[in-house]
């Protein structure tokens, strides 16, 4: 598989989630609670242990200075296999489509504006 995602400068890295800061509960009523929200920050997103999210998020770089996003690297079976056969993962060797199909939720879910976006399935085929 072969990634190639950078996005613009200036994305979205965190955003607040639906959980009260001071108990994580969802639209708390705690008399204690002071009304903030925790913070989900985007290098969150692929630390599911899934093995569609490890191969995903492997190459998942952010600059901090810039907010830029990239995703940008090339696996052979090998390293792929090596990758899903963890301690930490749970799942087979994902599809390639599985994979791009987080890459397209994280998009989604965090608005990011791609300027490159390209992926290849182990064949050197495009799926987008």
Sequence with gaps: MKFNFKSQPDQMI???TENCADHSLYNCTEPDCSGEMEVTDISDF????????LVAGHFFEINYDTN????????SEEELEDICSSGFATGGVPSA?????????????WSIDWIEEEFFDEEGEPLN
């Design 14 to 16: 965190e955003k607040p």
């Design 97 to 109: 489509d599985d994979v791009y199909r987080r890459i397209e939720i994280l998009t989604d879910e």
């Design 46 to 53: 692929f630390n599911t242990g899934y093995t569609d999210d």
């Design 68 to 75: 830029e996003l990239t995703i940008q690297g090339q696996l």
